[in-house]
């Protein structure tokens, strides 16, 4: 599967947008980048993915380069309640059952300030 | 719907002590998976089921057994327990398809003693 690299911790102003890197450069042209944080020791909770174009919901923006080898996660007005780590995965594209392993790495420990 | 739901909560055993992480889902997804998070570390998968019948090994697996019997339920069980095993336990489930998201239960916190 396709591996990712996220900085390890990043910083944010309350109020200010908090844009979180994802490198995946050995991503498949069928593979999806998928994002999703962990507060504190919840449960990991689903904010957007894509496949090629930039995508838009309530939670935040996901920009995909267009040779999809980098992605960018945009929360526009960060809040204190949006510390967390952020975990970006690529399910990985391939035959039988190994779709299935979905491996997360470290993500990224983002801190809002207020 | 209930989504992914995880019993029991909280669970302290003892070294050698076995039992059952119980994960039931309630939205008809095919693919269940078992992760481990261990205090200031990330998810590691243990096993994962893409349908009733079949499961696979994730990037930890000894020392867990898994079985799919129905599509709802993925239990994991511990045969013999050990202090390393001392983690929170978190079940998740999707569709087959590439385009559908994980759904995380609320964790089970396994203290082993």
């Known amino acids: 599967d396709a591996k990712t690299t996220q900085p390890t911790s990043m910083d944010c102003a309350e109020g200010r947008a908090a844009n979180l890197p994802c490198n995946h450069s050995t991503i498949s042209g069928n593979e999806y980048v998928y994002w999703y944080r962990q507060i504190h020791s919840q449960g990991p909770q689903y904010i957007i993915h894509?496949?090629?174009n930039n995508e838009t919901n309530e939670m935040a923006s996901l920009i995909i380069t267009e040779d999809r080898k980098s992605s960018t996660l945009i929360l526009p007005h960060a809040t204190l309640r949006d510390t967390a780590v952020y975990y970006c995965?690529?399910?990985?594209?391939?035959?039988?059952?190994?779709?299935?392993?979905?491996?997360f790495g470290q993500g990224t420990i983002l801190t809002v300030h207020p | 719907n209930a989504g992914v739901t995880q019993t029991p909560k909280f669970q302290v055993l003892k070294t050698g002590q076995s039992m059952t992480l119980q994960c039931a889902q309630d939205m008809n997804h095919e693919y269940m998976s078992w992760y481990r998070q261990d205090p200031g570390m990330g998810l590691r998968l243990i096993h994962y089921?893409?349908?009733?019948?079949?499961?696979d090994q994730g990037e930890v697996p000894n020392g867990y057994n898994v079985s799919r019997s129905t599509t709802e339920d993925f239990p994991l069980r511990l045969l013999s327990a050990a202090p390393s095993q001392t983690s929170v336990y978190f079940c998740?489930?999707?569709?087959?398809?590439?385009?559908?998201?994980?759904?995380f239960g609320n964790g089970t916190r396994l203290t082993v003693t």
């Open positions: 998740a489930s999707r569709h087959r398809g590439h385009n559908s998201p994980l759904h």
């Open positions: 995965i690529v399910p990985p594209y391939a035959g039988g059952t190994s779709y299935g392993k979905l491996t």
């Open positions: 089921s893409v349908g009733a019948g079949i499961t």
């Open positions: 894509g496949l090629k």
